[in-house]
Structures are given as structure tokens and as C-alpha cells.
Nanobody, 127 residues
């Protein structure tokens, strides 16, 4: 059982930056791909970014491409989401998640592919 704990959320003005962190409890963290999702009030959970187990491949939603960067430090069991040029529409609860199936590589945008989830961290961007 992998436990994921997000941190780093908060309130920021439009144009500002935040860095989210997700700490995994599992010592085999380095064998998992990881993803970030977000959910705004009244909306479905949506894909934000994902990274392969080695960090060699990264994937982004079109809405965040060029502004957000996903990275990981396997020695620290941590995945990061650097968020720059934040917009009010980025306001949401952000979740990190880990898949266990190899089908992830074809369906990384789907929340159904992820088996372990953190509790989420709130990001609020004011205009």
C-alpha cells in the first residue's frame, strides 16, 4: 500500500508561482510512474501532468504546458509540480497519484488508471 502526502498549496496572486510536493511512503517509489490531477468545485477531476518512473518521460495537459513542470527525486521518494504563471482558472485541489498497471503509458490522462491517491492540497489563485 502506497501512501501519498501532498504539500505546498496555498493562496497566490495571478502570475505567481507555487511548488507542490508529493511524498510517497513506499520504498519502491522509484518503480512507479506518478501523476498530478486537479479538481475544481463542481468539476470533474482532470489530468495535469505525469512522469515515468525514471523521469525520462513527462506528459502535460494542454492547459498547463509551458507553465507547469513535473519532476521527481527518487532518492527522496518525492514528485514535484512546479507551477509558474498561475491563473485564476488553476484554482483547484491538486492530487498526486500512482498507477500500478503497465497500461498507464497508454492511458496516463485517465484518473481510472491510478490506484493510489493523496489527500490533496488546495491551490487558490486570486485575480
Amino acid at each position: 500500500q502506497v501512501q501519498l502526502v501532498e504539500s505546498g498549496g496555498g493562496l497566490v496572486q495571478a502570475g505567481g508561482s507555487l511548488r507542490l510536493s508529493c511524498l510517497a511512503s513506499e520504498r519502491t517509489f522509484s518503480s512507479y510512474a506518478m501523476g498530478w490531477f486537479r479538481q475544481a468545485p463542481g468539476k470533474e477531476r482532470e489530468f495535469v501532468a505525469a512522469i515515468s518512473w525514471s523521469g525520462g518521460r513527462t506528459y502535460y495537459a494542454d492547459s498547463v504546458k509551458g507553465r507547469f513542470t513535473i519532476a521527481r527525486d527518487n532518492a527522496k521518494n518525492t514528485v514535484y509540480l512546479q507551477m509558474n504563471s498561475l491563473k485564476p482558472e488553476d484554482t483547484a485541489v491538486y492530487y498526486c497519484a500512482a498507477p500500478t498497471s503497465s497500461s498507464w503509458v497508454r492511458r496516463y490522462r485517465s484518473a481510472a488508471e491510478y490506484d493510489y491517491w493523496g489527500q490533496g492540497t488546495q491551490v487558490t489563485v486570486s485575480s
